[in-house]
């Protein structure tokens, strides 16, 4: 979909491998096929390219594994995909310093498997992990069950190395812990959809594994599951995970409602974190359940597999809604109540310690049942976003819900970074 003003190029003007013609479809963003795809392998390429692309006003998008590209609008314009695939080098890995350095085209996966062989870990949860590349983790900012207990991208993320839209490298943060230079301009990028830059490596602080990994399923009625979640997220319990699971929300099909907590530390700190939980949920009036390394394995992967918009439906709508966990209970029943009275089948899944909610919405006619649903909820709720649905749903409601009170603060921004509005044009708020 090029612009119309937008003049012939040869592909050696760019100084990397490319894709044209049909193999460009398999790096289509939301239906939108892209006129070339840039293949480079170091973050040199990277950086001519875009120096390239700029002096000829190209758009560009970067593209990872793929995995959470529904995320956003579709594309105004899309002249370059440039793939992140080659830059797929661990830089550094100090383990007795616990920090890592990485390309963005690193899979979750392979780092996972570099930091284990060393007991050690970032305990980020995604779908895809052999395809997820850490840069498109840290550019859609979007955390799973863990973040409870052991930290987020912002939590983690030490340094970042950028190329912006006119071929420029910076540096912000450091490869240390203490270093804390260039702090705000790090955490711009995160959650920033490749919109200001494209990352082309990042430093984290890494994690001990703890010997001892316990995932218990706690049953009973809703209202008790919410009241025994807002205990054990203000308590010395220090959970990894408190997830609210809705029925039929993963793949075992429960018809419960039910809460799922994992629980790390030494043995005989695991241990007395699981009487303890024990006991708060017997005086909640539930149920608990400690599964096998097996079954819990598969849960936690089912909750990041029901979070992620490239495992979403086609036919449905993936929403995501943040408030006070003290609000959790409302929102709830908010959201299920709106879902029913518009027809339309819910399933949820809510990080319960930090009250983000995560439903999927589906209907025999969805685009018309959603629209007053989404109204609805976007009027009381600021913090809302729709991380997957069908292409002509997008095009009628506002995936952001409402436009934030900062928002023209973040349209001065991506003019300082992307004048001419280059990286990812229209897929961010208010269509940056």
């Known amino acids: 979909m090029p612009s119309e003003a937008t003049p012939p190029f040869d592909l050696t003007d760019f100084g990397c491998p490319s894709l044209s013609g049909a193999a460009t479809e398999q790096f289509s963003i939301q239906g939108v096929a892209p006129r070339v795809v840039l293949l480079p392998t170091t973050e040199e390429e990277v950086a001519a390219a875009l120096k390239a692309a700029?002096?000829?006003?190209?758009?560009?998008?970067?593209?990872?594994?793929?995995?959470?590209?529904?995320?956003?609008?579709?594309?105004?314009?899309?002249?370059?995909?440039?793939?992140?695939?080659?830059?797929?080098?661990?830089?550094?890995?100090?383990?007795?310093?616990?920090?890592?350095?990485?390309?963005?085209?690193?899979?979750?996966?392979?780092?996972?498997?570099?930091?284990?062989?060393?007991?050690?870990?970032?305990p980020f949860d995604a779908a895809g992990t052999d395809r997820a590349t850490i840069g498109g983790l840290?550019?859609?900012?979007?955390?799973?069950?863990?973040?409870?207990?052991?930290?987020?991208?912002?939590?983690l993320l030490i340094g970042v190395?950028?190329?912006?839209?006119?071929?420029?490298?910076?540096?912000?943060?450091?490869?240390v812990v203490k270093n804390v230079s260039g702090y705000d301009l790090m955490k711009l990028h995160l959650?920033?959809?490749?919109?200001?830059?494209?990352?082309?490596?990042?430093?984290?602080?890494?994690?001990?594994?703890?010997?001892?990994?316990?995932?218990?399923?706690?049953?009973?009625?809703?209202?008790?599951?919410?009241?025994?979640?807002a205990t054990l997220a203000t308590s010395q319990l220090s959970l990894d995970s408190i997830e609210l699971l809705g029925p039929s929300s993963l793949r075992d099909e429960a018809t419960?409602?039910?809460?799922?907590?994992?629980?790390?530390?030494?043995?005989?700190?695991?241990?007395?974190?699981?009487?303890?939980?024990?006991?708060?949920?017997?005086s909640h009036g539930c149920r608990t359940?400690?599964?096998?390394?097996?079954?819990?394995?598969?849960?936690?992967?089912?909750?990041?597999?029901?979070?992620?918009?490239?495992?979403?439906?086609?036919?449905?709508?993936?929403?995501?809604?943040?408030v006070q966990p003290s609000g959790l209970s409302n929102l709830v029943s908010t959201v299920t109540s709106l879902a029913h009275s518009n027809n339309l089948d819910c399933s949820v899944v809510a990080h319960a310690g930090d009250g983000t909610l995560f439903a999927r919405l589906a209907g025999s006619d969805l685009t018309a049942a959603f629209r007053p649903l989404w109204e609805s909820l976007t009027q009381g709720h600021a913090n809302a976003l729709i991380l997957?649905?069908?292409?002509?749903?997008?095009?009628?409601?506002?995936?952001?819900?409402?436009?934030?009170?900062?928002?023209?603060?973040?349209?001065?921004?991506?003019?300082?970074?992307?004048?001419?509005?280059?990286?990812?044009?229209?897929?961010?708020?208010?269509h940056l």
């Open 54 to 122: 700029s002096a000829r006003q190209l758009t560009l998008a970067p593209y990872g594994g793929g995995t959470l590209q529904e995320i956003g609008y579709p594309p105004e314009v899309l002249d370059i995909v440039l793939s992140t695939r080659g830059l797929n080098r661990i830089i550094t890995y100090e383990p007795a310093d616990l920090t890592i350095s990485v390309q963005a085209g690193c899979t979750l996966a392979q780092i996972s498997a570099a930091l284990a062989a060393h007991g050690q870990m970032l």
């Open 138 to 155: 840290v550019a859609a900012n979007l955390t799973g069950p863990r973040r409870f207990g052991t930290g987020s991208y912002r939590d």
């Open 161 to 175: 190395v950028i190329a912006y839209a006119d071929g420029t490298v910076a540096k912000a943060g450091g490869q």
């Open 191 to 229: 959650g920033a959809l490749g919109t200001l830059g494209v990352l082309l490596r990042l430093n984290f602080k890494v994690l001990t594994q703890r010997p001892v990994d316990i995932t218990t399923v706690i049953t009973g009625p809703l209202n008790a599951l919410l009241s025994l979640a």
């Open 256 to 282: 419960d409602w039910r809460l799922a907590e994992r629980i790390t530390g030494s043995q005989a700190g695991a241990q007395r974190k699981l009487t303890d939980l024990h006991r708060l949920a017997d």
């Open 289 to 322: 359940t400690t599964l096998g390394a097996t079954e819990a394995q598969e849960l936690w992967q089912d909750c990041a597999s029901f979070i992620s918009p490239g495992t979403a439906s086609n036919e449905g709508v993936l929403i995501r809604i943040s």
């Open 388 to 430: 997957a649905a069908p292409g002509n749903l997008k095009g009628e409601v506002n995936l952001w819900g409402q436009l934030p009170s900062g928002f023209d603060l973040m349209r001065r921004i991506k003019a300082e970074f992307d004048p001419h509005r280059l990286l990812n044009r229209g897929r961010f708020i208010g």
